[in-house]
C-alpha cells in the first residue's frame, strides 16, 4: 500500500469527521431540549383545556336544565297563586292549594340557590379555562420560536454536511478499494476514527504507547494497525 493512499485516507478521515461532528450537533442543539419540554408541556395543557371545558360543558348544561325547571316551577307557582286568589274553592281544595303554593315557593328558592352555586363554578371554571388556554397561547408561541431556530440551525448544518459529502467524492476514488473497505468497516466500532497517525510509538487513535518490538510488529502488517483497538495506523 502506497504511502499516498493513507494519506488520502487520512483526508477522508478529516472531512468523515467533520461530517460526524455536525451530523452529532444536529441532534444535540439546546434547543431541541427545550422544544421537547415545550411538546410535553402543550399536551399537558391540551389535555388540561380538554378537561376544563368538558366540565365547564357539564356546568352549563345543568346550568340550562336548572334555570328551565325554575321557569317551569316559577310559572306553575304564578298559576296556583290566581286560582287561590281567583276564590270560589273548598276550604279543603284551599288548604291543599296553600300547601301546594308553598311547597312550589320552596322549590324555586333551592332553584335559585342551586343557579347561583352553578353561576359562581361556571364563572371559577371559565376563568380557569382562560388561564389555561392563555398559557397554551404562550407556550405555543415559544415552541414555534425554537422550531423556527432549530429549522434555520439545521439549514445550515445540512449546508455543510452537504458540502462535506462533495468534499468526500473527491477522495474515495483515489483510496484502494480493499482499504476503503476496511476503513467503512471500522467506522462504525470505533467512534468513526478509522485511521490514525503512529506517532513517537503512540497510537493516535487510543494513545497506546507500543514498545520498539510492538510497533515493528505493527509495521509488518499491511496496512499496519494498531494491536489494542486496531485501528489503521499511518507511520510518522
Request: glycine share 6%.
Amino acid at each position: 500500500m502506497t504511502d499516498k493512499a493513507f494519506l488520502d485516507l487520512l483526508d477522508l478521515q478529516a472531512v468523515d469527521t467533520e461530517i460526524d461532528q455536525q451530523l452529532h450537533l444536529r441532534g444535540s442543539l439546546p434547543e431541541l431540549d427545550e422544544f421537547k419540554v415545550t411538546h410535553a408541556t402543550l399536551t399537558q395543557l391540551a389535555e388540561k383545556a380538554e378537561e376544563q371545558n368538558a366540565e365547564l360543558t357539564e356546568t352549563l348544561s345543568a346550568l340550562h336544565k336548572a334555570e328551565g325547571e325554575l321557569e317551569l316551577t316559577e310559572t306553575k307557582h304564578g298559576s296556583e297563586e290566581m286560582r287561590m286568589f281567583a276564590g270560589g274553592l273548598s276550604a279543603k281544595d284551599l288548604t291543599h292549594l296553600q300547601a301546594e303554593i308553598e311547597m312550589l315557593g320552596r322549590q324555586i328558592e333551592e332553584a335559585e340557590e342551586e343557579i347561583l352555586g352553578l353561576l359562581e363554578t361556571r364563572e371559577q371554571q371559565e376563568a380557569a379555562l382562560a388561564e389555561t388556554n392563555k398559557q397554551l397561547a404562550d407556550v405555543e408561541s415559544r415552541s414555534a420560536a425554537l422550531e423556527a431556530a432549530i429549522a434555520e440551525q439545521w439549514k445550515e448544518i445540512d449546508a455543510q454536511v452537504a458540502a462535506g459529502q462533495e468534499r468526500r467524492k473527491n477522495f474515495v476514488p483515489l483510496i484502494p478499494e480493499d482499504l476503503y473497505d476496511l476503513y467503512e468497516k471500522l467506522r462504525p466500532n470505533k467512534e468513526g476514527i478509522a485511521i490514525a497517525r503512529l506517532l513517537e510509538g503512540v497510537c493516535g487513535g487510543c494513545h497506546l504507547s507500543m514498545s520498539p518490538a510492538e510497533r515493528h510488529e505493527v509495521l509488518k502488517e499491511d496496512p499496519p494497525r494498531c494491536l489494542q483497538c486496531r485501528r489503521i495506523l499511518v507511520p510518522q
